[in-house]
């Protein structure tokens, strides 16, 4: 067989391959009308095995998008009828850019609309149930999304035109770390905006205590808003806003008073006589060594007050504890301490012949932590 021959036949085989891709291409747009009937009978075949409403699914996520649906179908058939000509790289590289082109698009419109649809029906109202409002953090999500599903149809162009991915991932992997330099400080902000959503630290209107500068006092303040690059910050007494960048919020020790517990306990004690000023600051002595002993009371604001007993002619000592906590467990625990603190101020008390008795219990009063 001589040349000659050699090329009829290759003439010959590449008009019946392209007539053959031309003729399912041509045919392509009658099939692809029949996608989104598959997928409604794939929705209702679902049904059967998992918990799903078929018809409130497709109206909600794919009827609006039918018009869509069709031209992807139509260029996913023409995409497998292109194997036909890959035999031929020139003619296939030519034919498949438009093809794959048109196919990457198509799918990541469908995919970016599906998702929005998504997050606005389903996200944001567990978002909304989980943490009680929705923030920025929903946007931060649907964004990461977004640039997911645009790398995912640049591979899937890439494939379809036998590209190497490798080579292709080098090159963005050198470029990436360019430009991973270049905006450094703004994927810093970035990632830190992320852990600061992640983790809820602090929500807007709690009151935090943070340190900016280790040789300077801590900052005291209550949050403004939380945005996408920093969080804004009223600083108690001035009374001005500090604008911190979420990735130095990030990095700080944030002690968040809001979430603290705290109680305000109060005991009476009615002695049975009329206790002068030196007896009434005996007293005081008495409870501040003996709540010295225990932890968790702040002994800046123990208080004792004393006034005219009601039920019979002598003094009474009011006398006040604020006991602070993380959690409920720290609490019941610290309440436990208080009684012990209790018993031995009535047990010094006794050594100094001031005799006394309690006309109520303990009581107990929530109250908000603030700065």
Same mark, same amino acid.
């Given at each position: ?64 998008? #039918? ?34 082109? /048109? ?10 609309? @599906? ?29 990461? @999304?977004?640039?997911?599903?645009? /790398? ?132 005081? #002595? ?12 702040? #002994?800046? +604001? ?64 929530? +109250?908000?932590?603030?700065?």
């Amino acid at each position: 067989m001589d040349i000659e021959d050699n090329l009829t036949l290759y003439f010959i085989e590449l008009m019946v391959r392209l007539g053959l891709f031309t003729l399912v291409a041509v045919f392509a747009p009658f099939l692809g009308r029949r996608f989104p009937k598959l997928i409604w009978q794939g929705l209702k075949l679902t049904q059967l095995f998992v918990s799903l409403n078929a018809k409130q699914t497709y109206d909600n996520f794919i009827k609006s998008f #039918q018009n869509l649906i069709t031209i992807t179908g139509t260029f996913l058939i023409i995409a497998l009828a292109l194997s036909l000509l890959i035999k031929y790289e020139d003619l296939y590289q030519f034919i498949g850019f438009f093809v794959y082109l /048109i196919l990457s698009v198509t799918l990541a419109w469908i995919a970016l609309k @599906i998702t929005r649809q998504l997050i606005r029906r389903s996200v944001i109202l567990v978002v909304q149930r989980w943490f009680g409002e929705v923030t920025e953090a929903v946007l931060i999500f649907e964004t990461l @999304i977004y640039v997911f599903i645009i /790398i995912l149809a640049g591979i899937l162009f890439a494939i379809g035109l036998r590209l190497n991915i490798t080579a292709i991932v080098a090159s963005l992997g050198i470029s990436g770390v360019a430009v991973a330099f270049g905006a450094q400080q703004t994927l810093s902000r970035l990632f830190g905006t992320l852990e600061i959503y992640l983790d809820r630290p602090y929500r807007p209107g709690e009151y935090i205590r943070i340190n900016f500068n280790p040789y300077d006092e801590d900052a005291y303040g209550r949050i403004e808003s939380i945005g996408l690059r920093s969080t804004k910050i009223r600083l108690i007494a001035r009374n001005t806003i500090a604008v911190v960048p979420n990735s130095l919020m990030a990095d700080k020790n944030i002690e968040n008073v809001s979430r603290g517990k705290k109680i305000v306990a109060m005991l009476c004690l009615d002695f049975f006589k009329v206790l002068d000023s030196g007896e009434r600051a005996l007293v005081k #002595q008495v409870v501040n060594q003996a709540s010295q002993v225990f932890w968790g009371f702040d #002994q800046a +604001s123990i208080h004792v007050q004393f006034c005219a007993s009601d039920e019979q002619s002598g003094t009474r000592a009011r006398i006040i504890f604020f006991i602070s906590s993380a959690d409920q467990s720290s609490l019941d625990l610290r309440k436990r301490l208080l009684e012990l603190a209790n018993s031995a101020i009535a047990h010094k008390l006794g050594a100094y012949n001031l005799k006394f008795n309690t006309p109520e219990p303990v009581v107990y009063i929530d +109250s908000p932590m603030s700065l």
